[in-house]
Nanobody, 122 residues
């Protein structure tokens, strides 16, 4: 069982930056692939970025490539999402997720956090 708690969301102007953090419980964090997803109001939840167990492999949704960076610190049981050059269309609730797999993945995650709101004003 893994519990995930996101933080770092907030209100930012377009062009600004935010860094989301996701703290995980458990001593096997290093064996999980991690991902970030987002859900805009009235829309379905969508994949944003993912990282494998070691941090050596990452994948991004096309609209965030070059602007967002996912990383992890296994010693701190934490995964991050650095978001730069934010746009109003990035406004959403952002969710952290963990998957019982060492490999990077865009879906079928096993554990989810409660989400953190990111609002980008124009």
């Amino acid at each position: 069982q893994v519990q995930l708690v996101e933080s770092g969301g907030g209100l930012v102007q377009a062009g600004g930056s935010l860094r989301l953090s996701c703290a995980a419980s458990g001593r096997t964090f290093g064996s999980y692939a991690m991902g970030w997803f987002r859900q805009a109001l009235g829309k379905e939840r969508k994949f944003v970025a993912a990282i494998n167990w070691s941090g050596s492999n990452t994948v991004y949704e096309d609209s965030v490539k070059g602007r967002f960076t996912i990383s992890r610190d296994n010693a701190k049981n934490t995964v991050y999402l650095q978001m730069d050059s934010l746009k109003p269309e990035d406004t959403a609730v952002y969710y952290c997720a963990a998957k019982s797999s060492a490999y990077v993945s865009v879906g079928r995650y096993d554990y989810w956090g409660q989400g953190t709101q990111v609002t980008v004003s124009s």
